[in-house]
């Protein structure tokens, strides 16, 4: 077995059995970091399974083994990590559980003792010494140092090990990205390969996060050997031991890489003396500092100026030229982190957006714990995700409506627990930037680019972009002119993005199909609507049919409108029930042109409807002519009667009487009280309600309440109310009004209410003044008319 993977695995696995929370958290924030996507899973299952058991730390060792040997395998920069934070632990508990010395009873009469001291390598101080003989062990001075031959051969040097900032990696990706060269190289090549032959200092200056680190380390790279053995010593180490270490390092070349040096300034680190010493022995020293700190130790500092006053300093800025951008664009094809440098070149420098993006994704994924930051983390993610839309900019409160719709949000944010994440988010980082910056226009806010780039590159923590923001997006372009760059730039990623997801998910298509019904071309949107609706998304059934319906295609629109109408669309059903009507028209008059009676009738019904009477009145006759004379014969009847030609319209009523249609009752009675035949009209009207015709009924209750037969009247009104007639339970109140009958009054006016009466509401109002005494100025209630047809 892997005898390093076995010790790491036993020293974590007995960590995490043991409930160490510091661990846990440890682990937790590494292991977001790597690009093995399994990583964090399997982890968090070792976690919550094992941790604080302590008896089964064999098992959890075993887990732990193989994830090790995976990440060993896939991404050596978290394996490496990995590897510290199990090292530190495996010292700590050696430390912890190491036995307390025991030492043999002095018998000797002269025993040592020592009190109210303690000892302070190699110093003790006491309060008192007594006995004889002491003899005190410390570390030896300058010992620190460890052989050249420990010290890591260039070739297998780890950059970011030196001080190089660790950037973003995806995949299988390089460490770190192509170099891209910058104006000052052939000079700071010189001064490394001049260093190597002659000794000296070489110092790269800038500004921080200028690229200064990334700069020297591509110089001693290109520039020294492979086997160049190289010491990098942490700040403040020791190196008054270092000739002597050189000396004995044989034909070896070496380099000592401080980076920042101001760190490794002072008596015990490197001075005038001590350079002029590795001048001597032909090794150089490259080491990086900040603008600020050079300044200070330059000009501000006696004691350095000797040291630093020969060296001539290489100078990085943070704002490259025009042929640095040239190459940045010639290397960004290679490499998706350069990619995104290129493109945020406007607003950030190369090197902070190498080197911060990791830093901000690292936080940002940490904050979206629920202790952390979570309301601040939703936010950075709205910029994002806004920004993968296409609105790369926008207010603070389009981003407090667009974090509530992620998962974990809650309905009502506070303005005071907003105003706490926004700040949180817009703090600014590592001196250079915050993960929401401010955007052009005053009050709006952006993701950081490197974050919106890490989404769009797909790096774990991002998923795909809710439907729900796609539609807020689209409420945002309303201001926008429809040519505008931004609803151009939306339109474009909707469709890279919304389309391919479509095929899985109808919902995506739906949303695409509105976004170009909006914004973009109407015969796309018919497309994405027909895929949606054939995957079985009923909305976009009813959002095509309404695109087919107001083109006219009724035909190709009625299944689609059907579909959404049957979940509900009012529009739908709306748009449903014309086209249907208009196609019944279409295919019942090719039928009735054709000589079918049937046809004819039913098209005279709907023309009638319409209100085209002389049209009805047509095929009317032409359905009579095909034997449904007696069928028809009330339908003409009525058209002619309302037309005022109450002669013929009678015999029609007549005919459909003869013909056993109870319908034509009403219409006979009707002439007859035209002409002022009452009697007959009443015996007409009287047998129509008793075959139960509505209008029948209320007009034999109009004519007996004309005639005084008040209660006969009344039973007929309520007859023509149960029969569905509209004005006849408020017929029924007006009549009880009039004798004081209040209470039955308003039963029957609220009867009337109930279906909508359009003279209940002024009756009601009427008889409330009755009860009061105070009756308004306005007459009772009108009467409705008193024959119905």
Request: aromatic share 6%; glycine share 10%; hydrophobic share 40%.
């Amino acid at each position: 077995m892997d005898t390093e993977l076995e010790s790491l695995a036993n020293a974590l696995g007995r960590g995490i059995t043991e409930g160490s929370p510091d661990l846990y958290e440890l682990l937790s924030d590494t292991a977001h970091r790597s690009v093995v996507p399994t990583l964090v899973p399997r982890l968090n299952q070792v976690l919550t399974r094992f941790q604080g058991n302590a008896g089964a730390w064999p098992l959890v060792a075993q887990e732990l083994f193989e994830v090790l040997r995976l990440v060993r395998r896939r991404d050596a920069v978290v394996y490496e990590e990995l590897k510290e934070i199990a090292e530190a632990f495996a010292e700590d508990e050696r430390a912890r559980t190491a036995p307390v010395p025991q030492h043999a009873s002095d018998t000797a009469t002269n025993a040592n003792t020592v009190s109210g001291g303690t000892f302070n390598d190699p110093v003790v101080l006491a309060g008192s010494i007594t006995g004889g003989m002491h003899t005190y062990y410390g570390q030896t001075s300058h010992s620190g140092l460890p052989p050249v031959t420990d010290w890591p051969q260039l070739d297998r040097a780890d950059a970011i090990a030196l001080g190089v900032r660790r950037p973003r990696r995806i995949a299988d990706e390089r460490p770190l990205p192509r170099y891209v060269v910058r104006d000052g190289d052939p000079a700071l090549d010189a001064q490394v390969r001049a260093a190597a032959r002659e000794g000296g200092l070489v110092l790269v200056t800038g500004e921080p996060l200028s690229g200064r680190t990334r700069t020297l380390w591509a110089a001693l790279f290109t520039n020294l050997s492979g086997t160049t053995r190289i010491l990098h010593p942490a700040p403040g180490t020791d190196l008054r031991g270092l000739t002597a270490v050189l000396r004995a390092r044989g034909d070896a070349e070496c380099v000592l890489w401080l980076d920042d040096l101001d760190g490794h300034l002072g008596e015990h680190g490197l001075t005038a003396a001590l350079l002029a010493e590795l001048a001597r022995l032909r090794v150089p020293v490259l080491a990086t500092m900040s603008d600020e700190a050079y300044d200070a130790h330059r000009y501000r500092s006696p004691a350095h100026a000797r040291l630093l006053s020969g060296v001539e300093p290489v100078e990085v800025g943070t704002e490259w030229s025009p042929a640095e951008v040239e190459r940045l664009a010639e290397a960004a094809p290679g490499d998706l982190r350069l990619a995104g440098a290129y493109a945020h070149r406007v607003r950030h420098g190369t090197p902070a957006y190498l080197a911060v993006g990791p830093e901000l994704l690292g936080e940002w994924r940490w904050a979206g714990r629920a202790n952390r930051q979570p309301l601040g983390h939703r936010l950075v993610l709205a910029a994002i995700d806004l920004a993968r839309c296409g609105m790369e900019e926008v207010a603070a409160d389009v981003l407090r409506r667009a974090s509530g719709l992620y998962k974990g949000s809650t309905p009502d944010v506070s303005p005071e627990d907003f105003k706490r994440a926004l700040a949180w988010a817009t703090e600014v980082r590592h001196g250079t930037t915050g993960m929401l910056v401010p955007g052009a226009e005053a009050g709006s806010w952006r993701a950081y680019g490197s974050l919106v780039e890490d989404a769009r590159d797909g790096l774990p923590g991002f998923g795909s972009v809710p439907l729900e923001l796609w539609l807020l997006v689209c409420e945002e372009l309303a201001p926008y002119d429809a040519t505008s760059p931004v609803t151009d730039t939306v339109l474009e990623r909707a469709r890279a993005v919304l389309g391919p997801e479509g095929d899985t998910d109808p919902q995506a298509l739906l949303t695409l199909g509105r976004i170009e019904e909006e914004y973009g071309d109407e015969e796309a949107a018919e497309g994405w609507f027909r895929r949606a609706a054939d995957a079985g998304s009923t909305e976009a059934a009813g959002r095509l049919g309404s695109l087919l319906f107001l083109r006219e295609d009724h035909a190709a629109a009625i299944p689609y409108l059907e579909k959404g109408a049957e979940s509900g669309d009012t529009e739908a059903q709306c748009q449903l029930g014309i086209a249907l009507l208009q196609r019944s028209e279409y295919w019942l008059r090719r039928a009735a042109e054709s000589g079918d009676g049937i046809a004819a009738f039913w098209l005279g019904d709907l023309l009638r409807g319409d209100g085209i009477l002389e049209d009805a009145l047509r095929w009317y006759r032409k359905a009579a002519e095909t034997g449904l004379r007696a069928g028809v014969a009330t339908r003409i009847g009525e058209v002619l009667y309302g037309f005022g030609d109450h002669e013929e319209a009678e015999q029609w009523f007549r005919t459909a009487v003869e013909g056993g249609d109870s319908d034509g009752l009403n219409g006979v009675g009707r002439a007859h009280e035209e002409r002022g035949a009452l009697e007959e009209a009443a015996r007409f009207y009287g047998q129509s309600a008793a075959s139960g015709d509505s209008a029948g009924a209320y007009n034999f209750a109009s004519i007996m309440e004309n005639q005084g037969a008040l209660n006969e009247a009344r039973k007929w009104f309520a007859r023509a109310h149960e029969l569905g007639d509209y004005d006849g339970a408020y017929a029924l109140g007006r009549s009880l009004m009039g004798e004081n009958r209040h209470d039955e009054a308003e039963e029957w006016f609220r009867k009337a209410q109930e279906i909508g009466h359009h003279k209940a509401e002024s009756a009601l109002a009427d008889l409330k003044a009755a009860r009061s005494g105070d009756r308004p100025g306005s007459p009772a209630p009108d009467a409705p008319d008193n024959v119905k047809a």
